[in-house]
């Protein structure tokens, strides 16, 4: 169904805390250090999207709710007048590790945050849902190419090539993902999407980004529009690792790269 980009509301969702379990455990020093990431690296490569149309959701633990880290992040992001939203009823999504209350309580979690995320809806017929973590960036035509397709029922778009980015050495290098990667779209009417059940029901078997291709009628995207960032505050995502393709070693080339991508090389 072909549908004009004054009917979609884009969605940019970022899962700050609270991503596991609910008994995981953020320090301040983390927590401090992570946010700094966000703000040159996550944050930086958004506000250098071709298309800024979309508001981003950011999820928190209610920990974190009077965290004054958390609060002067948001003075920052409404000084710079970005559109964003934070909810803080961590994360309404299933995780093979959540234990059974964590699981009873997501459906009335997720519309709770729901209510903070309508605010921003103007009765736009359908909901484009792209997710990315608080230290990964996206190329400057990321949020453009995914407004370009039409919106079809179960459907998901994912980027399956990108780059990494190894933060403190600088080194760059192609990444090669044999399965979804973080970087994912998923397409939902909005009266689905805002009702906390219907929205569970329509993500059902999904609970790790690989299963996307399985879950949704799935396009992959082939242009290299990720990047990760690798650091030491990530456990997830090594330098060395088997998707690891070509090292860029040229720095006029890596400077090149990282400005479509929002980041000033002499700057980091």
Known sequence: MKVSNKSIFHIVQTIFTGKEDAKNVFDRVWLKNRIELF????????????????LHWILWRPEEKTEPLVQDLAKFLKEIN?????????TPYFNENQEPEVV???????????????GFHIDEEVVY???????????????????????????????????????QSKRLAEWNPTTCPPFYTIFQPSEVFFDSIKHLEYRKGLIFHKHIPKVFNSIPLESRKFMYGIHSLNDTTFWNNSYKGKEYLDEKEKVLILKDFGIEYDRI
């Open 39 to 54: 703000k040159k690296f996550t944050l930086k490569s958004l506000l250098n999207q071709t298309n800024r149309n979309f």
């Open 129 to 167: 849902l792209t997710v990315i973590d608080s230290d990964d960036m996206f190329y400057k035509g990321a949020t453009e190419e995914i407004q370009s397709y039409d919106y079809e029922f179960k459907r998901a778009l994912y980027f399956t090539k990108g780059y990494a980015f190894e933060i």
């Open 104 to 118: 009873d309580s997501l459906p009335k979690r997720l519309e709770k945050s729901l209510e903070f995320v309508k």
């Open 82 to 90: 970005y559109q964003f939203v934070f909810t803080f009823f961590s």
